[in-house]
């Protein structure tokens, strides 16, 4: 009996997961990737001839990687290092206003009560309770399970967990729920933040999304060599599974027999079949007909106005004085209402930015500062408009300027040359993830049921798995690839349940006339 044959549409996280996974258990997997590297977002950029990471910069919920190792009988430790922080981030409002969140509870709780007061101390402490609370309530029936709806969740949690999910109290704001515990405007606005995780806003946001504290709680580390690394990790175990990865290879339709997923085309007409197909771009990629009018009826297009957030990058090489960066440090915009108003309400950027620089070359001990220039990525958040030709260039230069603003008022100088840097807008990040206006999150988590929204992994159409931060668990690095490994399963259980049927086709395809190729 031969292998089966799946072609994976897509090297981010979600389709390496799922690659590595099918391939360890002997299906003969080929990876398709448009670009020249593997890791989608998890990208890294040459700046002043030095490689960086462009994406994401923090690595949570480490269990989801040692789990995957485990599964394909290999150990994480020996493919990635990766070392724990002690300072989660530092968090700056002003000169005089900062912050500090350990990856010790009670560190964080003394340093919360030296600048907001004993009060703030203790508030801090019951909503850490009631985040990890919130987290374990869903651990297991949402993030591991399958896509489900809010009927079939309930049912998961059993009836002695239906306390703990209505006191998860999905209906109302992370805004407001975070009022409950902070009166202090300025912890709000740094709690609140983690909406922006996945693209969303604090004030529509579900107060669900405050696991989020305890994901970072439970362990924030550093990845030996860069965040990049993961991904070539994932691919090179992959490849050693026997999985093939071939970039540069742009996949223009998914071809469908008989209302089931085939193979594939590429851009240059080259058609390769297969048992199945996972796609890991985003799903409004194939809502929208990109991979052809067929593959269109395996997935909703989410509405635009459902889209998560963008972002403006800043990758630099720079010294910078004036103020102690840690690994993460986040300056905040002096008015998070009128961000938020900005972004959600009027699709615009921020005129008074909160933003997020992750300084690759330190760790998060200050007598680590590198002497000279130093690696930056700086992030803001921006509205998907990419597509729409949105932000211009001169709301670009403005909105540059008011994050250099930012930095500087809270005592941050860096010393910019326009040939060490490299700005990537939502235009950018729309060329790159086609269909999406340049979100990064798949559809913004807005609203008690935007959770249940997502597609799962498999789609409407046979043979055709998806997987990747649009997709349910959802977006971030490990929820991919969580995705990925529930594509893998759910195309693995399929396969299982077609083989027991007896078969009504005379033979599966293997090539088609006009070149096309199984490989
Ligand atoms: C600036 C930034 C910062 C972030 N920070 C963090 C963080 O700190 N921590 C965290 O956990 N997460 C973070 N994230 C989110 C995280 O990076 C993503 O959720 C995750 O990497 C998405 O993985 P994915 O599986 O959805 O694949 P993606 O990264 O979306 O990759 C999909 C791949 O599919 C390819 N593809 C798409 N269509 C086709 C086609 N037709 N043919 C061939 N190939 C195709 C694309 O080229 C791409 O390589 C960040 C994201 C960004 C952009």
């Known amino acids: 009996m031969t292998a089966a044959r799946v072609i994976v549409v897509g090297a981010g996280v979600g389709g390496l997961t799922s690659a590595l996974e099918l391939a360890a ?10 670009a020249a590297h593997p890791g989608g977002k998890m990208r890294e950029v040459v700046v002043g001839g030095v490689a960086m990471d462009a994406g994401p910069t923090v690595f949570t919920m480490r269990w989801v990687f040692e789990e995957l190792f485990d599964a394909i009988g290999a150990r994480l430790a020996d493919h990635l290092r990766l070392q724990p922080v002690s300072v989660i981030a530092r968090h700056a409002w002003s000169e005089r206003e900062r912050l500090d969140l350990h990856a010790d509870v009670q560190r964080s709780a003394d340093a919360i009560g ?9 508030g801090y402490l019951e909503f850490c309770a009631r985040a990890r609370r919130i987290y374990r309530t869903l651990e297991t029936p949402f993030l591991r399970g399958s896509r489900p709806n809010p009927m079939s969740l309930a049912h998961r949690v059993g009836f002695a967990g239906l306390p703990d ?6 209906m109302s704001t992370l805004w407001h729920e975070l009022g409950r515990h902070f009166a202090d405007p300025r912890l709000r606005q740094l709690f609140g933040r983690y909406a922006t995780y996945c693209g969303s806003s604090p004030f529509l946001a579900p107060a669900t999304l405050m696991l989020v504290a305890h994901v970072e709680q439970d362990g924030v580390w550093m990845v030996e060599g860069g965040m990049h690394r993961v991904a070539q990790a994932l691919a090179a175990l992959a490849t050693q599974r026997g999985a093939t990865l071939r970039c540069n290879a742009m996949v223009d339709r998914v071809l469908v027999r008989s209302g089931r997923a085939c193979g594939v085309r590429l851009a240059n007409g080259e058609e390769l079949l297969a048992d199945a197909v996972v796609f890991n771009g985003d799903v409004a990629a194939l809502a929208t007909g990109l991979l052809g ?6 997935a909703t297009l989410p509405p635009a106005e459902r889209r998560s957030l963008s972002a403006l990058t800043w990758n630099l090489l720079a010294p910078t004085s004036g103020f102690p960066l840690s690994r993460h440090t986040v300056f905040f915009s002096g008015d998070c209402a009128r961000e938020f108003d900005d972004l959600s309400t009027h699709a ?7 933003v997020y620089v992750c300084a690759q070359d330190r760790s998060d001990d200050d007598h680590d500062a590198p002497g000279g220039a130093e690696r930056l990525l700086l992030i803001v958040n921006a509205p998907a408009t990419g597509d729409a030709g949105a932000p211009t260039d001169e709301e670009l230069t403005r909105c540059e300027a008011r994050t250099f ?16 840097s490299l700005l990537t807008t939502p235009r950018d990040f729309a060329r790159l993830f086609p269909a999406t206006g340049g979100a990064l999150y798949g559809q913004a988590s807005h609203g008690w049921t935007a959770s249940f929204s997502r597609p799962g992994a498999r789609s409407r159409m046979p043979g055709l798995y998806l997987a990747g931060g649009s997709v349910h668990p959802g977006p971030g690095v490990p929820m991919a690839a969580l995705s990925g490994r529930q594509a893998a399963a759910s195309l693995i259980a399929d396969q299982r349940t077609a083989s027991r049927r007896p078969s009504t086709s005379t033979s599966r395809p293997r090539v088609m006339p006009g070149g096309t190729s199984t490989r």
């Not at 030296?114 to 203790?122: F, V, W």
């Not at 615009?348 to 909160?354: F, I, M, V, Y």
């Not at 930095?407 to 100088?413: A, E, F, I, K, S």
């Open 348 to 354: 615009r950027l921020p005129s008074d930015p909160t």
């Open 25 to 34: 258990r002997g299906l003969d997997v080929l990876v398709l990737e448009r």
């Open 114 to 122: 030296a600048l907001a007061g004993a009060a703030a101390s203790r």
């Open 405 to 420: 603003h930012t930095l500087q008022r809270c005592g941050l100088t860096v010393q910019r040359r326009p040939e060490h």
């Open 293 to 298: 009018a067929d593959a269109a009826r395996a």
């Open 165 to 170: 999910l209505l006191r998860i109290a999905p």
